[in-house]
C-alpha cells in the first residue's frame, strides 16, 4: 500500500508538473480593477503562484513594515500565502479543487490583500484549474437489469451513471460496452448539465426459454490525458412477458419554488398511466438509481400518489436548481420502469441578512487626529443574489465618523471633525448594513473607538484667588491652607505638581515664610508670624500638570495674620524713680474730686486686644480715692481727715480686652503733706527701661539722634517763646495787671469751679493766645501761670507752656462764684487709646516723655497742673 500511495503521489506530481509546461507559468491578467491567476490543483506546498510585490507596483523592502498580508474569514483555510520578503505568493497547502469547489464550473479563490501606511486594498482572483486526478466511479459494482422477454427491439435501458469529481474534459466522456454481448448496444445521451449517461439498447429479439440471463461489462472513460475509467457489470435478467409499460403525460416536468418553502410543501404531482390491468397496471413511484443523494435529502415521493414532496430545508445560495430523475413502474411480473426528469427552480428569498466584517481597526486615536484619518476597514457581504444582495452601510447619527467606500461592498471609516477626549473619551459606533430586498434585512455591528488624550489643557485652580488667616504665633512647620487645581486630561497629562513663584516679603525671599507640598498642594508655614510685625502678604502659586509640552496656571494667595492678644499693656506713667515705688505727694487740703494723677499705658496688640481698663485693686483706705477705670484717671473721694495715715499704699492694674486677658500693675505711695514743695512727680518722670541702656551701637547711634533732634526742636521753641513773650509785654504795658506779679490778666482768670471742668485742649479762636493764672494759697509753691499758645493753621494746641507767677495781692472772686482757699485746679481730660494701625517705637515714646518732663519743670507737682496737661501734650503728640 505504501508503495501505490508513493507511485500514486508520484504520478499526480508528473500530472501537474506536465500541465505547467504545458500552460506556461501563470500571467496577471487585470480584470474589472483586480489581478488574475491561474494555477493547478493539487499542486505542493511552497508551489510559485505570481510575484505579488512585482505584479502590484509595491516596494519588496517595506512588505513587512507595511504589514503585507491576505485577509481571510474567521475559519477559513489559507490555501495561499505571501511571502514578506520578496513579495510571492506560494502554495500554502494542498488544493483540492473538488473540495474547494463543490460545484461545477470555473472555481476561483478570491483573495483580499491588505497593506497599511498608507492603507491599500488590493483584490485578486487565483482560478483553480482541474486536473485529471479522479476516475469515474459507479454506485454499485455488480447490479442487475431486468428486461421483459417481449420487448421490442430497439427498447432503452436507462444504465446507472458513473461520477467523476473532476470537471470538463476530465469528468466522464463515453460509456464502452464489452463487445461479447450481441444482443444489445450502447448509446451514450448528454442532460442538460453537459453530464453523460449510457442507455442499453436492445438489438436482438430476447428468448428466456433460451438464455435466461446475459452478463455485460460497461467501461465509463473520462477525457483527461491520461485517460482513466471505470466499470461495473450488469447482470440483465429476462423476465415474463408484461407487455405494457407506464408511460408519464411528459417526458420532463418543471416547477418553481421559493427557498423558504415549508417542509411538506407539495412540489408536483406526477402522472404516469399504464394500459394493462391489475397488478400489471399499478404503478408505483421512486427516484431512479442515479439521483444524487443531496436531491433525495431534500425531496420525497409518495409511491402510490405520485406527489413530490419537500423534505428538507432549501438555500437558494447553495443551489438554484435542482434536477429529480424519477421512475414509475407497474406491479405486474416483469415490470419495467420508465424515467421522467423534474427541473425544481428556486426563487431566492431575502433570508439572509448582511455580514459585517471589521477587516483592519486603528484604535486608540489621537483626539487631535486630523478629520479624514481612517480608524478602520470594514467588509459587508450578502448571500442573497439581485436586489435582495445589494447592501448599504451607515453609521449611526451624533458621532464624528463616516463611511467612505472604495471598492463594492468595502467601507473605511473616517473621522469628519476633531475629536476631544475631554468631551467624549470613547466612541460607540454602531454600523449598520442593510440590503435592498423587501423587507430589507439590516445587522448593525458596534465598533468601540478609543480617544487616547493630548495634552491641550491647562490646569485650573477652584477658586480665582484664595484669602488665608492665620493666627500670629503660629507653630513653624503647622499647614496653614490647601489649594487644588484640575486638568481635564488624563494619566501623565493631569498628574499636577505645585510651587511657589519666587518673591520677596519684606526683603526675605517667600520660600523662608511658606512651603508648598508639590503633590497635594497643602501649604505651610515656616516662621512663627507677629501680627506686629507683619499683618498681610499674598503669594503666587503655580499649578504644572507633567504633559509634552507642559502646560501650568498661577493663583494669587493672600495670607492675612490675625492679632492674639500677646502683648502685656506697658504702663509707661507713672514710672518708679531708680526701680522702686512711685511716689506722689498730696495736700491735706485737697477736696473730693483733686486729680491725683493718670495712669496710662499702651499696649502693642490691636482691636480689642489693645483696649485698656484700670482698676484699683489695693490701696490702704479704698474710701479714699477712685480711679476711671476708661482714662486712668486718680482723684479723691473725700476731704482727707486727722485720723487718716499721711501714707497712702496704692496697687493698679490695666488689663486689656483680649481672651485671655492680660494685665500689668503699679505702686504708687501717696504722701500727704501740708504744704506742695517744688519737686517733681513720679506721675512725670520715669527710668529708663533696661532694654534701653543696652550697650548695642544702633541703640547708642539712636539715642544721640534723638537727643540731637529734641535738643534743636527745643531751642526753637524756646526763641520763639521769648519773641512772643516780649511782644506781649508791649501789648499789656496799659492793662491793670502788674508785671511783677503776672503775665496774665486777672479779668480772664475764670473760676476754680470751672477750672475743674475745663479740658486744657479747649480750643480758642484760631491766631489768639489763652492765660490762666492759679494761685495756691496757704503758704504752698507760687502759682502756675499756664498759656496756651497755638498755631495758626492748627485747631488744637500744639504745646503748653508753664511760668510761675506772683501770688495775686488781692483775692479776686469770680462774678458766679468765690474760688475757696486751697481749692486745686482740676481739668478733666480724656486718656486716647493707642492707634491699632500704628505705633511709634519705645525710643520715640521715650524722648517724647522727656519732653513732656522738660515742659512740667522742676517747680511745683506737676502731677497737679504742669505734668498732667504736659501728659495730654504727649499723648496728643503719640496719637
Known amino acids: 500500500l505504501g508503495a501505490m500511495g508513493a507511485e500514486g503521489g508520484g504520478q499526480l506530481f508528473l500530472r501537474s508538473l506536465l500541465f505547467l509546461l504545458l500552460a506556461g507559468p501563470p500571467t496577471p491578467r487585470l480584470a474589472s480593477g483586480q489581478l488574475h491567476y491561474v494555477v493547478p490543483e493539487e499542486l505542493e506546498h511552497g508551489a510559485f503562484v505570481a510575484n505579488l510585490g512585482e505584479d502590484l507596483g509595491l516596494d519588496v523592502s517595506t512588505l513587512s513594515a507595511r504589514r503585507f498580508r491576505i485577509v ?13 520578503e520578496n513579495g510571492i505568493l506560494f502554495v500554502n497547502e494542498r488544493i483540492d479543487r473538488e473540495e474547494v469547489c463543490e460545484a461545477g464550473g470555473t472555481c476561483l479563490l478570491h483573495l483580499q490583500l491588505l497593506v497599511e501606511s498608507p492603507l491599500e486594498l488590493y483584490r485578486v482572483e487565483v482560478e483553480v484549474l482541474d486536473i485529471n486526478d479522479h476516475a469515474p466511479t459507479f454506485p454499485w459494482q455488480e447490479y442487475v437489469l431486468e428486461v421483459a422477454e417481449s420487448a421490442v427491439l430497439g427498447a432503452r435501458f436507462p444504465l446507472e451513471s458513473a461520477q467523476d469529481p473532476d470537471v470538463g474534459t476530465n ?22 448539465d453537459a453530464s453523460k449517461f449510457a442507455e442499453l439498447v436492445l ?19 473520462d477525457g483527461g490525458v491520461p485517460e482513466r475509467s471505470g466499470t461495473a457489470h450488469i447482470l440483465v435478467t429476462v423476465l415474463d412477458a408484461n407487455d405494457n409499460m407506464p408511460a408519464f403525460d411528459q417526458p420532463s416536468y418543471g416547477v418553481s419554488l421559493p427557498e423558504d418553502a415549508p417542509a411538506g410543501t407539495l412540489v408536483i404531482q406526477l402522472n404516469a398511466t399504464d394500459l394493462d390491468e391489475g397488478p400489471n397496471g399499478e404503478i408505483e413511484y421512486s427516484f431512479s438509481g442515479h439521483a444524487p443523494p443531496r436531491v433525495r435529502d431534500l425531496f420525497h415521493i409518495e409511491p402510490r400518489s405520485g406527489q413530490v414532496l419537500l423534505k428538507g430545508p432549501l438555500d437558494y445560495e447553495q443551489a438554484s436548481l435542482h434536477e429529480l430523475y424519477v421512475q414509475a413502474k407497474d406491479r405486474g411480473p416483469s415490470s419495467v420502469a420508465v424515467h421522467c426528469r423534474v427541473l425544481v427552480h428556486l426563487l431566492d428569498v431575502n433570508d439572509n441578512a448582511p455580514e459585517v466584517t471589521l477587516t483592519s481597526v486603528s484604535t486608540p486615536v489621537l483626539e487631535d487626529a486630523p478629520p479624514g484619518t481612517v480608524i478602520a476597514v470594514i467588509s459587508v457581504l450578502d448571500r442573497d443574489s439581485g436586489d435582495n444582495g445589494r447592501v448599504s452601510c451607515e453609521v449611526g447619527p451624533d458621532v464624528p465618523f463616516e463611511l467612505r467606500t472604495s471598492f463594492r461592498n468595502y467601507y473605511t471609516l473616517v473621522t469628519t ?18 440590503d435592498m430586498g423587501s423587507p430589507a434585512l439590516l445587522t448593525r455591528s458596534t465598533l468601540t473607538v478609543l480617544v487616547s488624550d493630548v495634552n491641550d489643557n491647562a490646569p485650573r485652580f477652584l477658586q480665582p484667588s ?33 510651587s511657589i513663584a519666587d518673591g520677596h516679603i519684606h526683603g526675605m525671599p517667600v520660600g523662608t515664610y511658606v512651603s508648598i507640598n508639590s503633590d497635594s498642594g497643602h501649604m505651610y508655614a515656616l516662621r512663627s508670624l507677629d501680627y506686629e510685625q507683619i499683618r498681610s502678604f499674598q503669594i503666587q502659586v503655580q499649578a504644572q500638570d507633567a504633559g509634552f509640552p507642559p502646560l501650568s496656571a498661577n493663583v494669587t494667595v493672600h495670607i492675612f495674620v490675625l492679632d492674639q492678644n500677646d502683648n ?8 518708679p524713680r531708680n526701680g522702686s515705688v512711685a511716689t506722689e505727694l498730696v495736700p491735706r487740703s485737697a477736696r473730693p474730686g483733686y486729680l491725683v494723677g493718670t495712669v496710662s499705658a499702651v499696649d502693642a496688640d490691636a482691636g480689642l486686644n489693645s483696649r485698656l481698663s484700670y482698676q484699683l485693686l489695693q490701696a490702704t483706705d479704698l474710701t479714699l480715692f477712685s480711679l476711671a477705670p476708661d482714662t486712668g484717671e486718680l482723684r479723691t473721694l473725700r476731704s482727707f481727715l486727722e485720723q487718716d495715715a499721711t501714707r497712702q499704699q496704692l496697687l493698679v492694674q490695666v488689663r486689656d480686652g483680649g481672651q485671655p486677658a492680660l494685665s500689668a500693675t503699679v505702686s504708687l505711695l501717696l504722701s ?21 541702656s543696652s550697650s548695642s551701637p544702633v541703640t547708642l547711634y539712636l539715642l544721640i539722634s534723638l537727643g540731637s533732634i529734641s535738643f534743636t526742636f527745643i531751642l526753637a521753641i524756646l526763641i520763639l517763646t521769648a519773641i512772643r513773650c516780649r511782644g506781649e509785654r508791649r501789648s499789656h504795658q496799659g492793662d491793670d495787671c502788674s508785671p511783677p506779679r503776672c503775665h496774665c490778666c486777672p479779668r480772664s482768670r475764670p473760676s476754680s469751679d470751672s477750672l475743674k471742668t475745663s479740658n486744657l485742649m479747649v480750643q480758642p479762636p484760631m491766631g489768639t493766645m489763652a492765660a490762666t493764672c492759679l494761685d495756691v494759697p496757704g503758704g504752698g509753691p507760687p502759682g502756675y501761670c499756664y498759656k496756651v499758645c497755638l498755631s495758626p493753621v492748627s485747631a488744637q494746641s500744639d504745646f503748653m507752656f508753664l511760668k510761675p507767677c506772683s501770688p495775686p495781692q488781692n483775692n479776686e472772686k469770680d462774678p458766679g462764684k468765690q474760688s475757696r482757699p486751697g481749692q486745686p485746679l482740676q481739668v478733666s481730660k480724656q486718656i486716647k487709646q493707642p492707634n491699632m494701625d500704628w505705633l511709634p517705637p519705645s ?29 495730654v501734650i504727649s499723648n496728643a503728640v503719640l496719637n
Open 417 to 434: 471633525q476633531a475629536l476631544d477626549r475631554e468631551v467624549v473619551s470613547r466612541y460607540n459606533v454602531s454600523i449598520t448594513a442593510r
Open 72 to 84: 481571510s474569514r474567521a475559519g477559513a483555510r489559507q490555501h495561499l500565502e505571501v511571502n514578506l
Open 843 to 871: 525710643m520715640q515714646r521715650l524722648a517724647l516723655k522727656r519732653y513732656q518732663i522738660w515742659h512740667c519743670g522742676n517747680r511745683g507737682s506737676g502731677w497737679k497742673g504742669g505734668c498732667g496737661d504736659g501728659e
Open 568 to 575: 502685656a499693656p506697658v504702663i509707661v506713667s507713672p514710672m
Open 672 to 692: 500727704v503733706v501740708e504744704t506742695m514743695p517744688q519737686t517733681l512727680s513720679d506721675f512725670s518722670e520715669f527710668s529708663l527701661p533696661p532694654e534701653a
Open 171 to 192: 469528468s466522464v466522456h463515453t460509456y464502452r460496452l464489452s463487445p461479447n454481448c450481441g444482443f444489445f448496444s450502447l448509446e451514450v445521451q448528454m442532460r442538460s
Open 203 to 221: 438489438e436482438r429479439a430476447l428468448d428466456r426459454e433460451q438464455q435466461r440471463a446475459h452478463k455485460v461489462l460497461l467501461t465509463a472513460l
Open 466 to 498: 484664595y484669602s488665608i488667616y492665620v493666627m500670629e504665633n503660629n507653630a513653624p512647620g503647622a499647614s496653614i491652607c490647601s489649594v487644588s487645581a484640575l486638568d481635564p486630561d488624563c494619566q501623565q497629562n493631569a498628574y499636577l505638581s505645585y
